[in-house]
């Protein structure tokens, strides 16, 4: 009688891990994540530590995607004065999923393709559902984001990543129907990482305060 193992047996794999540990103690998994295992202390840590534009900008401190949130809900401040504090919350959190994906340039993204847009989009929907917003935004709100997000890719561009304000228009668009001077904006100077993540916890929990949304 046979006794063991079957030679012709293969062993069981384990399938590969699709889970991140934060250092807040979460598991987050990456491809079905949920909105339990999201804190926002990991990702204010996070975002202050992903370099926008590769790294490739001035100053002594990484230009932190952190940073560029900030920017963008000031810009949308600038471009609708009015705006309800949750759509500004949508607007600081418009790149949170990059605290587990990273920030990829542009030109790599579209070489990536669809797969990292979706990802991307499942851990949006998942952020915002922990933050009480809708897992996908009203039209109005995303195209004002998106709006604001390429103006401040324009001033990042030009103020600290080396392009001329011709070729940041020809990528990003030359800001039109804004009356603020961008010189006023403290995000566009880089910070340590524990400053960035300082000024982004802040912006979120006076967004908090004012009562719309509530975690």
Same mark, same amino acid.
């Given at each position: ?81 009015? +705006?309800?504090? *949750?759509?500004?919350? %949508?607007?600081?959190?418009?790149? @949170? ?7 990829? &340039? !542009? ?11 979706? +990802?991307?989009? *499942?851990?949006?929907? %998942?952020?915002?559902?922990?933050? @009480? ?7 109005? &709100? !995303? ?73």
């Amino acid at each position: 009688m046979a006794t063991g193992r079957s030679k012709s047996a293969k062993p069981k794999k384990i399938p590969p891990r699709a889970w991140q540990r934060m250092l807040s103690g979460r598991r987050l998994d990456l491809l079905d994540p949920s909105p339990l295992d999201i804190e926002i202390e990991d990702i204010a840590h996070g975002l202050a530590r992903i370099a926008r534009w590769n790294g490739q900008t001035l100053g002594a401190h990484t230009f932190s995607v952190a940073q560029h949130s900030l920017l963008v809900d000031d810009i949308c401040c600038a471009l609708t004065p009015d +705006l309800a504090p *949750r759509w500004r919350l %949508a607007g600081l959190l418009h790149d @949170s999923a990059e605290y587990v994906i990273g920030d990829l &340039i !542009s030109p790599f993204k579209a070489a990536i393709g669809l797969d990292y847009k979706e +990802l991307e989009l *499942r851990l949006l929907a %998942a952020i915002h559902i922990r933050f @009480s917003l809708t897992p996908s935004l009203p039209h109005k &709100i !995303s195209g004002l984001i998106k709006r604001a997000d390429r103006m401040a890719a324009y001033f990042e561009a030009t103020g600290l990543a080396g392009f001329t304000e011709d070729e940041a228009a020809k990528y990003f668009s030359r800001p039109t129907g804004f009356k603020k001077d961008v010189s006023n904006f403290r995000q566009l100077e880089a910070v340590s990482t524990g400053q960035a993540k300082a000024d982004f916890l802040e912006r979120f929990q006076m967004l908090q305060d004012l009562g719309e949304p509530s975690s």
